[in-house]
């Protein structure tokens, strides 16, 4: 059996998920298969509480899809590794765990939009470049491209790159908001990481009902979000966490959080 071309690692509550498929981590359905075992293995991780995405690989992220394979499947075949990985990456989204894509090379097409569905996107100051060109194949960008990175970067801003196709630097994409923080080229996958563990060291629980609260009161009326937004801060008075941090507070020292 092969090397899987996606790997899961760990560094204390820090989950790492690794795409390493030289020479660009271009991929097709085994690739997808291999990153959706990945995500479930962190989701199922109760020890893990962030998570970064990376490259294994020095000067690409991700191309994307694998042009030839899309070129001898059917158009079945080829929508079969869409859905399939539109359901890997939805997990993202869906788990309370906090994702960050570190990118220091080109992010193109499909690799955009793996790091796309990541909650945060960390990149290095290098010359690489990032976009959704696949209007330039006569297709549209469909691993959730059209989807997630309108609600990112808003609509004229979104639209004006993939249907140009256009692909731009890391400093564009921070200016445009695409990128939340530009590192050091040298130093980009370090203060990923060094970010993700100070997350990890905070009220996790807190976090994660946080990001359940925004996701998914973007979809719904104000009232409807108000009253999620109720529904999911009324347990936490009962945390553990929410304990120690209010009274840590009253104390006047640092708390002290364990994710319970």
Same mark, same amino acid.
Do not use: W
């Given at each position: 059996?092969?090397?899987?071309?996606?790997? !899961?690692s /760990?560094?204390?509550?820090?989950?790492?998920?690794?795409?390493?498929?030289?020479?660009?981590?271009?991929?097709d359905?085994?690739?997808?298969?291999?990153?959706?075992?990945?995500?479930?293995?962190?989701?199922?991780?109760?020890?893990?509480?962030?998570?970064?995405?990376?490259?294994? *690989?020095?000067?690409?992220?991700?191309?994307?899809?694998?042009?030839?394979?899309f070129?001898?499947?059917?158009?079945?075949?080829?929508?079969?590794?869409?859905?399939?990985?539109?359901?890997?990456?939805?997990?993202?989204?869906?788990?309370?765990?906090? /994702?960050? !894509?570190?990118?220091g090379?080109?992010?193109?097409?499909?690799?955009?939009?793996?790091?796309?569905?990541?909650?945060?996107? /960390?990149?290095?100051?290098?010359?690489?470049?990032?976009?959704?060109?696949?209007?330039?194949?006569?297709?549209?960008?469909?691993?959730?491209?059209?989807?997630?990175?309108p609600? *990112?970067?808003?609509?004229?801003?979104?639209?004006?790159?993939?249907?140009?196709?256009?692909?731009?630097? $890391?400093k564009?994409?921070?200016?445009?908001? *695409?990128?939340?923080?530009?590192c050091?080229?040298d130093?980009?996958?370090?203060?990923?990481? !060094?970010?993700?563990?100070?997350?990890?060291?905070?009220?996790?629980?807190?976090?994660?009902?946080?990001?359940?609260?925004?996701?998914?009161?973007?979809?719904?009326?104000m009232?409807?979000?108000?009253?999620l937004?109720?529904?999911?801060?009324? $347990?936490?008075?009962?945390?553990?966490?929410?304990?120690?941090?209010i009274?840590?507070? !009253?104390?006047?020292?640092?708390?002290?959080?364990?994710?319970?």
């Amino acid at each position: 059996m092969s090397d899987p071309r996606v790997t !899961a690692s /760990f560094d204390g509550a820090v989950g790492i998920i690794t795409l390493n498929h030289p020479k660009a981590n271009s991929y097709d359905l085994s690739f997808m298969e291999d990153l959706d075992a990945a995500i479930d293995a962190m989701i199922q991780n109760e020890s893990v509480r962030v998570v970064v995405m990376r490259s294994g *690989l020095e000067k690409f992220f991700s191309a994307g899809a694998d042009i030839k394979a899309f070129q001898a499947n059917s158009t079945e075949g080829n929508m079969k590794m869409i859905r399939f990985a539109h359901n890997a990456l939805r997990k993202m989204a869906n788990s309370p765990k906090v /994702f960050v !894509a570190a990118i220091g090379g080109f992010a193109l097409g499909g690799g955009l939009e793996m790091a796309l569905a990541c909650d945060l996107r /960390f990149a290095g100051d290098g010359d690489y470049k990032v976009g959704l060109p696949e209007v330039t194949l006569g297709l549209l960008p469909g691993n959730g491209g059209t989807q997630r990175l309108p609600r *990112l970067i808003g609509c004229n801003a979104a639209l004006a790159l993939m249907i140009t196709g256009e692909m731009i630097g $890391p400093k564009r994409a921070h200016e445009l908001g *695409l990128v939340d923080r530009l590192c050091p080229q040298d130093s980009y996958l370090d203060d990923t990481l !060094a970010y993700a563990r100070k997350l990890a060291s905070g009220a996790t629980l807190a976090i994660g009902r946080i990001k359940q609260a925004v996701y998914e009161g973007m979809e719904v009326s104000m009232d409807e979000a108000l009253a999620l937004e109720r529904d999911l801060m009324a $347990p936490l008075f009962d945390t553990e966490d929410a304990k120690e941090g209010i009274a840590a507070f !009253a104390e006047k020292r640092q708390p002290t959080y364990t994710g319970r």
